[in-house]
């Protein structure tokens, strides 16, 4: 989540907007770019800067990613935050306005709800636990760092960029425990299951819990989740859950945002038996949401008692993914589902809000919470909290003016669990595994992580090794994977599983590890890690590519890079089998002449297809239309239409995890979706795969034209790089959001054509049910390959710079898509070939 600033505006910025229509582009962007120069900070030269203790060299390589020269740890510290902020500024005050629920404060009375539902998360609760359990040297790192962004401010608080400034919101000075409120922040967004819960409820009340489970499947080999969908039966949902409805677009909304439930990334290592040079690789590439700026950017530092490279987040001190010259370490999500809905019954007294607990009522804690809304008066609400947790649909008390929802009184609460961080010490973890010198050190500081639910692949020259990280609850019963009936302890946590029985591995005879969100572990494993695997394909190509042959620098890449999808083998076979094969044939055969011939030629190409998604192909395109009309074809019906909130969750959830789209392709033979209850006749499943047959080339006429053969999957699907200003502009007034948009030439870039998508490596997801515009791609690459002189390279998915008026600001577009890595050395003898010779000296200042 980058700034949210563009909201309100000053006259001069209604004036840069009249400006696009009066000079074009390329002029507006020269204009801008000499009206915000002032913003840009300093490269070269010396700086005085109150706070250090000695000189600190700050030099850039031709990307802008900074190297950090020190000699003492602490003013690496200071520098670093001072670098953060001179790059990311907008980025790191819009996350922590995020995740105090103050958005408003700058950006008006259009992200109220956002606000509502993080001010009821209530992160500052665990970030101050974490903060607290910090060690007094980490804490000390904090202060450091937050010192030198104050730096930063201080010196550039009347150049803010163009975003900040134009919102009129001064930002705060930054004190060390925002550094752990975006750390939570960050963590939360982990929370893939938290979405599909809501989104199970909006499913529940369309289908009924009878058929929910057929659109929920957990994964291909595991049975449905009946037993799960038994919690709901016989449950009265519709209507009486107050606020579900805004609950649910509140979580989509932070999921455009990437702050929440993003299935996200690869990463692999190679043992030294399968490397070309007989010593280890391993690479990473984290997926996020498409933005500018990417969440992640690159630093390096170099101390006396500390080195390291790697990608960073603006807002936290140190390096979360990278290479320390000695050890490097990647990260995935686990998937982890570590929080619980409950459903609650709720009664409300006079003033007082109640819930039922084993026959009897108890009162609801509650919490008094002001919001200040910029251009408005500022509301107080109530949020209400159970055993469990805070109820996110508690709607914050009595209706007082326009802004404010009714008051929760009666129906059902839904109360969200999650882990307590108390004593929690990951932060300190973290940090030690920065510094590990071997892979059984960074075992030993990565076994300590709780906070984050991470797949860790890590290596040195010799070895590598996988572990899972986090706190995995116990459940009495059921699975967590759809909300629980809270007025009963049967489904209550019962402490957590024992870390000891974290999956991990370590130098496997087959010669690699990796993982890309895949279940990870045996079904009936003897700790419940999750129920919300993404889609094995990843994974799956992982093993097959790793597995194959000797393995080095232009390998990996290769791999980062592959577009080829395996779940095209599995429809083929699906397609052929003993029991479809003819019945398709039959169903095509039914159908009306004119859709007869498109189904024959759609099925000829699909059956001919070699699964490479590249943005040329013809056949990419055609592949995909199909598995879009599939998903129309066979839900819509009872789901539909396009607009309403049960195909919209329905949706969201296939972006999340291994879905019903996915899951009925390639069996669910026996599903009651297969039949069109819009028709007199009993549909089955060959007569919808016919008609999703025909209408992928009717829909590829309509959008490609009549030339078959001409089409190209990167006409339809497109990569387009969205400032989150733009993201942010449907949530303002009218005339603000024309505004925004009227300078979504200088900050935005794209359409540009995309290959791939969620199955493959190169990943690249669309919305499958909704349209075929990229949303998910590798946010950063990084490769490490201990058999090279220098062994880290790696590139960034926009720029460095979040500042549109900077250089930096996307010039990493091209490199990305084209695979042109930047080193990042080790050796001081290397530096001036990276980094060159002109520097920023930061230096005591009084």
């Not at 001179?86 to 005050?93: L, P």
């Not at 699906?574 to 024959?600: T, W, Y």
């Not at 490769?783 to 996307?810: C, K, R």
Request: aromatic share 10%; charged share 20%.
């Amino acid at each position: 989540m980058a700034s949210p600033a563009l909201t309100h505006f000053l006259p001069r910025f209604g004036a840069a907007a009249a400006m696009v229509g009066l000079l074009g582009l390329t002029g507006c962007q020269s204009w801008l770019d000499r009206s915000y120069n002032d913003s840009l900070p300093a490269t070269t030269g010396v700086q005085q800067l109150k706070g250090l203790a000695q000189s600190v060299s700050v030099r850039r390589n031709a990307m802008g990613m900074p190297l950090i020269e020190s000699s003492n740890f602490h003013d690496a510290l200071f520098a670093m935050g001072y670098v953060h902020a001179s790059d990311r500024i907008s980025q790191m005050v819009g996350m922590r306005l995020l995740a105090q629920g103050r958005l408003a404060e700058m950006a008006g009375p259009g992200v109220l709800e956002i606000d509502r539902f993080m001010r009821t998360v209530n992160l500052k609760k665990d970030a101050n636990a974490l903060y607290a359990a910090a060690s007094p040297r980490l804490k000390r790192f904090f202060e450091v760092y937050a010192r030198g962004v104050n730096a930063y401010l201080f010196r550039y608080r009347d150049k803010l960029p163009m975003d900040l400034a134009e919102s009129g919101y001064r930002p705060e000075y930054w004190k060390p425990e925002d550094s752990a409120l975006v750390f939570c922040l960050l963590n939360f967004g982990l929370s893939v299951n938290l979405q599909e819960e809501i989104a199970s409820l909006v499913l529940a009340q369309k289908v009924g819990a009878d058929k929910l489970a057929w659109l929920l499947p957990s994964y291909p080999d595991e049975p449905l989740p009946f037993a799960e969908a038994d919690k709901l039966k016989g449950l009265s949902l519709v209507g009486q859950v107050p606020g579900l409805g805004d609950l649910n677009n509140v979580a989509s909304q932070l999921t455009d945002l990437h702050m929440l439930g993003v299935a996200a990334s690869n990463n692999w290592a190679i043992a030294p038996q399968r490397s070309r040079t007989g010593k280890s690789l391993l690479a990473n590439d984290t997926h996020l949401p498409i933005a500018i700026p990417s969440a992640w950017n690159y630093v390096q530092i170099r101390a006396p008692k500390y080195q390291a490279a790697g990608v960073s987040i603006a807002g936290v001190p140190g390096i979360v993914a990278g290479f320390n010259g000695k050890v490097a370490w990647g990260m995935t999500m686990v998937m982890g589902d570590n929080q619980d809905l409950f459903l609650e019954k709720i009664k409300r007294e006079g003033n007082r809000l109640y819930y039922e607990v084993d026959g009897k009522w108890q009162p609801a804690i509650a919490r008094n919470e002001t919001f200040f809304i910029k251009g408005q008066r500022p509301i107080r609400e109530t949020v209400y909290e159970t055993r469990h947790g805070p109820l996110l649909n508690s709607a914050l008390g009595e209706r007082k003016n326009a802004l404010q929802p009714q008051a929760l009184s009666s129906g059902f609460g839904l109360a969200l669990q999650t882990p307590d961080l108390k004593g929690d010490k990951s932060m300190d973890a973290l940090f030690d595994l920065s510094r590990a010198q071997n892979v059984e050190k960074a075992f030993e500081a990565s076994r300590e992580i709780r906070a984050s639910a991470l797949n860790l692949v890590l290596a040195d020259a010799q070895s590598i090794g996988w572990q899972v990280t986090g706190r995995f609850p116990n459940r009495r019963e059921g699975e967590g994977l759809l909300p629980s009936p809270g007025w009963q302890g049967r489904y209550d946590w019962d402490g957590y599983a024992d870390p000891m029985l974290h999956p991990y591995d370590q130098d496997p005879t087959q010669g690699w590890l990796g993982t890309a969100n895949q279940r990870t572990v045996p079904s009936g494993y003897g700790m419940q890690l999750s129920n919300s695997w993404y889609y094995p394909e990843r994974g799956e190509r992982i093993a097959e590519l790793a597995g194959a042959g000797k393995h080095d620098t232009r390998s990996m890449i290769a791999m980062q890079y592959d577009q080829t999808t395996l779940f095209d083998g599995k429809l083929k076979k699906m397609f052929e089998a003993p029991g479809m094969a003819q019945p398709l044939k039959q169903a095509i055969d039914a159908l009306p002449e004119s859709e007869r011939a498109k189904a024959r030629e759609a099925y000829s190409r699909l059956m001919a297809f070699d699964g490479k998604l590249s943005p040329q192909s013809a056949d990419a395109a055609l592949y995909e239309l199909f598995l879009q009309e599939s998903a129309r074809q066979t839900f819509l019906d009872e789901l539909g239409p396009d607009a309403s909130p049960a195909w919209k969750a329905f949706v969201a959830n296939a972006d999340l995890s291994y879905s019903a789209q996915a899951d009925h392709l390639l069996g669910r033979e026996d599903s009651p979706y297969w039949d069109d209850v819009k028709t007199a006749r009993q549909e089955d499943k060959p007569a919808i795969l016919a008609r999703s047959l025909a209408a992928a080339v009717s829909s590829g006429e309509s959008q490609l034209g009549s030339d078959r053969r001409a089409w190209q999957w990167g006409k339809l699907h497109r990569y387009t790089w969205t400032a989150d200003s733009s993201k942010l502009a449907p949530f303002m007034s009218a005339g603000q959001g024309a505004r925004i948009n009227a300078l979504s030439g200088y900050l935005n870039r794209g359409p540009l054509p995309a290959g791939g998508d969620h199955t493959t490596l190169n990943t690249s997801a669309y919305h499958w049910g909704q349209d075929f515009n990229t949303w998910l791609i590798p946010a950063m690459r990084m490769v490490v390959d201990f058999g090279q002189a220098e062994p880290m390279i790696g590139l960034n998915s926009t720029g460095q710079s979040g500042n549109p008026a900077s250089p930096h600001y996307a010039d990493g577009i091209d490199a990305w898509l084209k695979g042109q890595y930047v080193s990042f050395p080790m050796q001081p003898q290397n530096f001036d070939k990276t980094y060159g010779s002109k520097r920023l000296t930061l230096v005591p200042g009084k």
